[in-house]
């Protein structure tokens, strides 16, 4: 999946939230967005999946601007996409386990299917623990980890996430970095915000690009040097 932002403001009330933002992101490795609280971040993840539109410039998915899609095309991209925003949305009267099954239903697979895959990625993700509870008996730690276990769930081919770490220990934050790590060397791609450094050290070969003031700025990926 290919998501060209061309020459990009988003403004609110006559104020820029981001401001002439350009970026390519061409369905491959990694891509962090750093930048203090209010800088812009969310609102850039948000025009990646169409639930935002610019108030000036152009966002194409695959060749196609997003303020043109149907309902039926952003639904059919977004099957395509994982999803993980700042408040988790889950859905309130869905178990753990349910949350992060809806995505396998949708996809197709049988029940035996769906909920093997299902309790094998809880296990995975360390959160089997949870998989009876509903999401306001967990903690805001729980809630991002089952958010991002039900965007990976179905391998999309892009993940965007807004600040996946940002309620987490290190020691989980870690264990998270791993495995967006395997889901990079399984295919995916991915387009992650941040205040952890640590999650941007985890991707060495990942471009960052810093948001101040609505002015995204992209860096060339730093890869990790080899001796040999």
């Given at each position: 999946?290919?998501?060209?932002?061309?020459?990009?403001?988003?403004s609110y009330d006559?104020?820029?939230?981001?401001?002439?933002?350009?970026?390519?992101?061409?369905?491959?490795?990694?891509?962090?967005?750093?930048?203090?609280?209010?800088?812009?971040?969310?609102?850039?993840?948000?025009?990646?999946?169409?639930?935002?539109?610019?108030?000036?410039?152009?966002?194409?998915?695959?060749?196609?601007?997003?303020?043109?899609?149907?309902?039926?095309?952003?639904?059919?991209?977004?099957?395509?996409?994982?999803?993980?925003?700042?408040?988790?949305?889950l859905v309130s009267?869905?178990?753990?386990?349910?949350?992060?099954?809806?995505?396998?239903?949708?996809?197709?697979?049988?029940?035996?299917?769906?909920?093997?895959?299902?309790?094998?990625?809880?296990?995975?993700?360390?959160?089997?623990?949870?998989?009876?509870?509903?999401?306001?008996?967990?903690s805001g730690g729980?809630?991002?980890?089952?958010?991002?276990?039900?965007?990976?769930?179905?391998?999309?081919?892009?993940?965007?996430?807004?600040?996946?770490?940002?309620?987490?220990?290190?020691?989980?934050?870690?264990?998270?970095?791993?495995?967006?790590?395997?889901?990079?060397?399984?295919?995916?791609?991915?387009?992650?915000?941040?205040?952890?450094?640590?999650?941007?050290?985890?991707?060495?070969?990942?471009?960052?690009?810093?948001?101040?003031?609505?002015?995204?700025?992209?860096?060339?990926?730093?890869?990790?040097?080899?001796?040999?």
């Amino acid at each position: 999946m290919r998501i060209e932002v061309r020459d990009v403001t988003v403004s609110y009330d006559g104020i820029p939230a981001l401001n002439n933002a350009s970026l390519t992101i061409d369905g491959t490795g990694v891509v962090m967005l750093t930048g203090p609280t209010g800088a812009g971040k969310t609102t850039l993840l948000r025009l990646l999946y169409g639930d935002l539109l610019p108030t000036q410039g152009t966002v194409h998915i695959d060749e196609v601007a997003t303020s043109t899609l149907r309902p039926s095309q952003k639904r059919a991209i977004r099957r395509r996409q994982g999803i993980v925003q700042q408040n988790c949305k889950l859905v309130s009267d869905y178990s753990v386990f349910d949350n992060v099954l809806m995505p396998y239903a949708l996809a197709g697979r049988t029940k035996a299917e769906a909920t093997r895959e299902c309790l094998g990625l809880l296990a995975d993700m360390n959160i089997s623990y949870v998989r009876h509870k509903f999401p306001h008996q967990l903690s805001g730690g729980e809630r991002h980890l089952v958010a991002l276990a039900r965007a990976i769930a179905i391998k999309p081919e892009i993940l965007i996430a807004d600040e996946p770490t940002g309620t987490l220990d290190d020691v989980t934050s870690a264990s998270v970095a791993r495995t967006l790590r395997t889901c990079v060397e399984n295919g995916m791609a991915l387009v992650i915000s941040t205040h952890s450094s640590g999650l941007v050290t985890a991707f060495p070969e990942a471009t960052v690009c810093t948001i101040n003031d609505g002015i995204l700025t992209v860096h060339e990926a730093q890869k990790k040097e080899t001796t040999s």
